[in-house]
């Protein structure tokens, strides 16, 4: 059986989600704010009584998901096909997504593309290289924000090859203002510009995810990107006993990037991305 999901379901899927933290940190943080009940776009798959798996798809078609018994697949591939939002970024651990993807794909839905996204992860107890240059990273004020905002639509483009910014141009600004807002975006200025961005996203109690990861072209091959990603990682393991990110398995520079601050690679996404 499908539902959606409600503020009474809280605690069953928080179940659900912690068992795997380091996988299900965007879901679980969500979930711990309220969103059940608040958000639209969540469902569950039950079988006597018990949550079996669930689903977000968010208004811009994002879509994130977790199931513990494979069950769980077909209702959730239901309720995709169902959603007034159809799917359109699908991401998860790969062993999740996978089984939903077979479940939920018909013939003729072709992808933009498809991807199998390492998830780098460093804990505190991990050995990291020292931080002999150190950088001048700051969080972002709000007179930034316009520059994050056109950087961050930058780095969509470079990634997912889409522009997330036409897609919703007010709320695109909206919602990075509010990060800016929240000190959610971190910022490496040289001669007045932003050289570097780095935003930090949902967390539980054992990671905090970054994302949002964009060096400007000028500021390429230097090193800048690590340097800042070093001295963030540093003041966040001050708070969570880890910090994880994730990128495209194609993506060598930025690969190599994290590699240098200590990042190691644990387990993989998989992603479609719908037109």
Not at 37 to 50: S, T
Not at 170 to 178: I, K, L, N, V, W
Not at 253 to 268: I, N, W
């Amino acid at each position: 059986m499908i539902r959606p999901l409600g503020r009474a379901d809280t605690a069953e899927a928080l179940a659900l989600l912690s068992a795997r933290p380091l996988q299900n940190v965007y879901l679980e943080y969500l979930v711990r704010l309220g969103a059940l009940g608040a958000l639209p776009g969540f469902h569950g798959a039950f079988a006597d009584g018990h949550l079996l798996g669930m689903i977000l798809i968010s208004g811009t078609g994002g879509t994130a998901l977790e199931a513990r018994d494979p069950a769980a697949f077909p209702d959730l591939a239901s309720a995709a096909r169902d959603s007034v939002v159809a799917p359109r970024h699908i991401v998860g651990p790969e062993e999740i997504t996978t089984p939903f993807w077979d479940a939920y794909a018909v013939p003729g839905l072709a992808p933009l593309w498809d991807r199998r996204e390492p998830v780098y992860v460093i804990e505190r107890t991990d050995p990291r290289p020292p931080r002999a240059d150190r950088v001048a990273l700051a969080q972002a004020t709000e007179a930034d924000t316009a520059s994050v905002v056109e950087n961050s639509a930058r780095q969509y483009v470079e990634d997912l090859k889409v522009d997330r910014r036409a897609q919703d141009p007010a709320g695109f600004h909206a919602r990075h203002a509010a990060e800016v807002r929240d000190g959610r975006w971190w910022v490496v200025r040289e001669r007045g510009r932003i050289a570097f961005q780095v935003h930090v996203g949902p967390e539980n109690a054992q990671v905090v995810q970054l994302g949002g990861v964009f060096t400007a072209p000028e500021a390429r091959g230097r090193g800048v990107a690590t340097r800042a990603i070093g001295a963030l990682v540093d003041r966040l393991l001050e708070r969570r006993p880890a910090v994880s990110l994730f990128c495209d398995a194609e993506n060598a520079p930025a690969r190599r990037t994290y590699e240098k601050v200590g990042f190691r690679p644990r387990f993989f996404y998989r992603s479609w991305l719908l037109g």
